[in-house]
């Protein structure tokens, strides 16, 4: 085959697959939405336990911690659950982000930052929340989680969102006073 017909192979190819691509994210994004899911977040304010997907969750305590730059800054989650139905929070899986007043969303740290483990070295090791967090656990016993995010410095009126997949309600948003 020619240069030039395999490039207009590949040319259609290309502008085949890729409004697929597209329409195949926006489906599993539109998928996620509360408003197509049927399942609708509980809103909890921060220190209230409050049951989901088999266990009681508190957020314990939303830290601000200084960045890695002045724009920056680092914000160290502490939450907790005590699993009422062990099984199921140990085959879950759980994911946790941070939202702000303005709707954006921060994922967590791959890593512990540095000024976790130097500020809060007890909370620099707690497990995250997974499915590995709730694997040793006995019921009723709590389970201590932690996270920790990058935000910009001016983010304000930050929430934390627990979802765990596969849970009747939608998400737990944790609402933080004192941000």
Not at 163 to 179: C, I, M, N, Q, T
Request: charged share 25%.
């Amino acid at each position: 085959m020619s240069e030039r017909r395999l490039f207009w192979t590949y040319l259609v190819a290309l502008v085949a697959v890729l409004p697929l691509a597209i329409v195949v994210h926006a489906w599993d994004s539109m998928r996620e939405m509360p408003l197509f899911s049927g399942k609708r977040d509980i809103i909890v304010e921060s220190g209230v336990l409050q049951p989901y997907a088999g266990g009681q969750w508190k957020l314990a305590d939303l830290k601000r911690l200084p960045g890695p730059s002045d724009d920056a800054r680092v914000v160290l989650a502490e939450f907790e659950s005590e699993p009422k139905e062990l099984a199921k929070l140990a085959q879950s899986v759980c994911r946790v982000r941070l939202v702000d007043a303005e709707g954006r969303r921060f994922e967590p740290l791959m890593l512990t930052e540095p000024i976790v483990r130097e500020m809060y070295p007890e909370v620099a090791d707690r497990p995250r929340c997974s499915s590995f967090a709730f694997a040793n656990a006995g019921n009723g016993a709590t389970v201590r989680m932690a996270e920790s995010f990058m935000v910009p410095a001016k983010a304000s009126d930050l929430s934390l969102v627990v979802e765990v997949l596969g849970a009747d309600d939608g998400a737990l948003v944790f609402k933080w006073k004192r941000s």
